[in-house]
């Protein structure tokens, strides 16, 4: 492994802050799509990045991935923490999915904008305690 897990595990945190920057950003443009859309984009790939990094990472350090250890704290129970940090996560992911489906549609028909800031708007709550509750896992 090119870095030890302490690195990794601070690459991970400091991702998730520059994220978290251009999600900011990315939303202080959203009256400017040709700039809001990319920018949006690019924090969605850095969050993939970022859950394969925290996935290679678990491995390594517990021989068991994130992904598998998250499924474990359902099936056998975990810290009401571990429980936000997961769900919220999760939600994240199904945020991003949803803005780029009616993102896409308010970009090519002019429809569905409602949608597309109701889910914003839950999206930056997700998004919000997962990056807090992050600093327990
Ligand atoms: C989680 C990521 C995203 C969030 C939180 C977000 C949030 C927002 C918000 C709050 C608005 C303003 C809505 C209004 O007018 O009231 C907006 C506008 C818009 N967003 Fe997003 N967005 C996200 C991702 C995307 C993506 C991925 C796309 C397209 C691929 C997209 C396309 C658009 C478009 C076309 C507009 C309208 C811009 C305009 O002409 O005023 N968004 N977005």
Known sequence: MMFD?????????????????????????????RIHMPVMLTAFAIDVFNVILVEVLARSKEGKGAVEQATSVFTEGGTTLQYVHIGTSFLCIVGYV??????????????????????????????LVSYVTSFWM
């Open 5 to 33: 897990n302490a690195t990794l595990s601070l690459i991970a945190k400091a991702l998730n802050t520059v994220g978290l920057f251009i999600l900011a950003y990315g939303l202080s443009q959203r009256r400017r799509p």
């Open 98 to 127: 949803v803005a780029v489906i009616t993102g896409t549609r308010l970009w090519r028909r002019g429809v569905g904008r409602t949608a597309h800031r109701v889910n914003a708007a839950a999206f930056i709550v997700t998004r």
